[in-house]
């Protein structure tokens, strides 16, 4: 029996996938749903660890255009959970 699934959620698992570790789209989408899903939560849990860290050291402060840093040089933590979608 073939089980069809919410086709946002398809894209949001690939795009998550193939972003975090540079796979290909082919790649991601070859997998199947259950590990596709898996590698997301694993993904998720390894960004909660990071966004619990300490904050970035001040030499790393990028001053150009489309940094992710606040005025005050403090980085920005990017959440990057699918729960958070």
């Given at each position: 029996m073939i089980q069809l699934?919410?086709?946002?959620?398809l894209y949001e698992e690939v795009a998550f996938v193939a972003y975090h570790f540079?796979?290909?789209?082919d790649t991601v989408l070859?997998?199947?749903?259950?590990?596709?899903?898996r590698w997301c939560e694993e993904i998720s849990k390894i960004n909660e660890r990071m966004n619990d860290g300490p904050p970035p050291s001040?030499?790393?402060?990028?001053t150009h255009s489309?940094?992710?840093l606040e005025d005050d040089?403090?980085?920005t933590v990017l959440q990057n959970s699918l729960e958070d979608l």
């Open positions: 699934y919410d086709r946002e959620t540079g796979w290909n789209h070859e997998l199947p749903h259950w590990e596709r899903h001040p030499q790393l402060e990028d489309g940094s992710i040089g403090k980085g």
